[in-house]
């Protein structure tokens, strides 16, 4: 692998870097982003070729001090790692293009930083640097070459004098590192109060995030950033703007929100290129004359203000798209407060594409609509006839249930669960088990036994024994009586308790060989006895 150049290695679980790594003295690129790297080897700063490093997303904590050593490097990305301070030295400070170190846990840049003078890119966005990272030396060795600077989310309190000298710079983030969907009222950017005097000389700045700051006012020079579209100082301390501010003439979006802005620049429509202005949660009472002027503006957002009447120059802004102005104190109904809602639309369909997935609409906006469909009159009539109806509780119904053992009679009604006991003339029922005891009759399942005292004739004694009176049990089981003891039954659904039974008062003799059927006259539940 000596004459290996570009080693790809990226979004895997490495840990760790064999020791002789720097041995690969031709390697040109090394990207070895999202692993879990920890460490770096001594011998790292044996890479003498490396030109572009990709180590973000790992879990460095440290760099190992060859890494000062590395001659060549031009692009070094270290983002999202664990690193609370950088080497020492540098000896690539000075062709070092691209450099970025976003989201670790710096506190303070080394002094190699100052040194940079063919830097193109530098983030430090989501760091911990405190008070003036940048030296006053800075701008005058980057002032030819920096594009960008990124030093949002950290703890920064002063920039340096001499910023404007950065001459090149296009794009500068001082504000928040979270999105703005994200943001609620917390404190995300930095702890700027003043800008520098000679801010206004960064004449090719396009970009400027100052958003979560504590500034509370802008030098007059800031009128002279010319070439600025992008403006974002929203969430500060802000009561009035420069008139200076006015000459922002390539000023696109513009947001002023959460500030104490009380009134505008008289000249504020010479802001002509303003296509998105935002400056809700202010306190203006007024708008001046001139805002009619916003010819451009597709965007308005005045919500929570103290404007008392609607803006009559409102009525010349017909580009408009979406106008925000709750939150006043217009003495209106909320629904003559003018408000325009965005409404966004859609390229049209291409005719070719009508039946591909790519021209079907989405099925979130297809339309569903409910037929109620009228049953036929024969349909109408079977489900009449098909609705449950209530069981009758006749008596022959419960006295089958009773001979039978359901549940209807073992539920609930006790005390001990599933048991049910009912001590009438010697009668026992116990869940599943019947036990008979009157008769010397033993009911257990489905097996039925009858047995006398002394057994063999003894057990045909029984038969010669008087039968139940059916009409005194007709009788008892209707009106819900007992004769034993003051024992009672009911036999009403919402208290199924067994009923007791009478004391057999005459005899049954089988007349003939069918004393089956001849039982069965006698006993009408159908209980088999043999």
């Known amino acids: 692998l000596e004459h290996l150049k570009t080693f790809m290695v990226d979004e895997n679980h490495l840990k760790t870097l064999p020791k002789t790594f720097g041995s690969l003295s031709r390697l040109e690129t090394f990207d070895a982003s999202n692993n879990t790297l920890d460490v770096l080897p001594e011998s790292f700063g044996g890479l003498s070729n490396l030109q572009v490093l990709n180590l973000c997303s790992n879990k460095l904590s440290c760099l190992p001090e060859s890494f000062g050593e590395l001659p060549k490097l031009e692009e070094v990305d270290l983002s999202g790692n664990n690193l609370s301070f950088l080497t020492k030295n540098l000896k690539s400070s000075h062709c070092l293009r691209k450099f ?65 000298q950065l001459s090149k710079l296009e794009s500068l983030h001082l504000g928040s590192a979270i999105g703005e969907l994200e943001r609620r009222h917390f404190q995300n950017g930095n702890w700027l109060c003043v800008l520098p005097e000679k801010f206004g000389r960064l004449e090719l700045l396009k970009t400027l995030h100052l958003d979560e700051n504590q500034l ?183 006295r089958q249930a009773m001979a039978r053992n359901m549940s209807l009679w073992r539920s609930h009604t006790s005390v001990e669960g599933s048991q049910t006991s009912v001590e009438g003339f010697h009668t026992s029922v116990k869940g599943s088990h019947t036990s008979v005891e009157g008769y010397h009759t033993r009911v257990e399942g489905s097996h039925t036994s009858v047995e006398g005292p002394q057994g063999g004739a003894a057990d045909r004694e029984v038969w010669k024994r008087p039968a139940p009176d059916v009409k005194a049990l007709y009788r008892q089981f209707s009106d819900g009586e007992s004769s034993t003891g003051g024992s009672t039954g009911t036999t009403t659904p919402e208290s199924p308790v067994s009923p007791t039974f009478p004391s057999a008062t005459s005899s049954f003799v089988p007349e003939t060989e069918n004393w089956e059927e001849e039982l069965e006259d006698v006993y009408p539940w159908e209980m088999p006895l043999y």
């Open 216 to 398: 509370t006012h802008l030098p007059e020079s800031f009128g002279d950033l010319c070439s600025l579209e992008f403006l974002d100082v929203g969430q500060n301390w802000l009561k009035e703007l420069p008139e200076s501010f006015c000459n922002l003439g390539n000023l696109q979006f513009c947001q002023l929100s959460k500030n104490h802005l009380s009134l505008l620049p008289s000249n504020f429509g010479r802001l002509s290129s303003l296509v998105d202005l935002r400056m809700d949660n202010n306190m203006l009472a007024e708008l001046p004359e001139s805002f009619g002027a916003l010819t451009q503006l597709k965007t308005l957002d005045l919500f929570c203000n103290e404007l008392t009447e609607v803006p009559n120059m409102l009525t010349s802004l017909t580009s408009l798209t979406r106008l925000d102005m709750d939150k006043n104190q217009f003495n209106l109904p909320q629904e003559l407060v003018p408000n325009i809602n965005f409404k966004p639309t859609y390229a049209a369909r291409d005719p070719e594409l009508k039946d591909t997935w790519r021209g079907r609409n989405r099925a979130d906006r297809h339309k569903v609509e409910v037929v109620r469909v009228e049953p036929l009159p024969d349909e109408e009539l079977e489900a009449e006839e098909e609705e449950e109806k209530p069981v009758p509780w006749n008596d022959s119904i419960l």
């Open 100 to 164: 970025y170190v976003d989201n670790n846990v710096l506190k303070e840049l080394p002094t190699w930083v100052r040194h940079l003078s063919s830097i193109e890119e530098l983030s430090l966005r989501d760091n911990k640097l405190m008070n003036q990272p940048l030296s006053e030396a800075f701008p005058a060795c980057s002032g030819q070459t920096l594009r960008l600077l990124d030093m949002s989310g950290n703890f920064v309190t002063g920039l340096p004098n001499s910023l404007g």
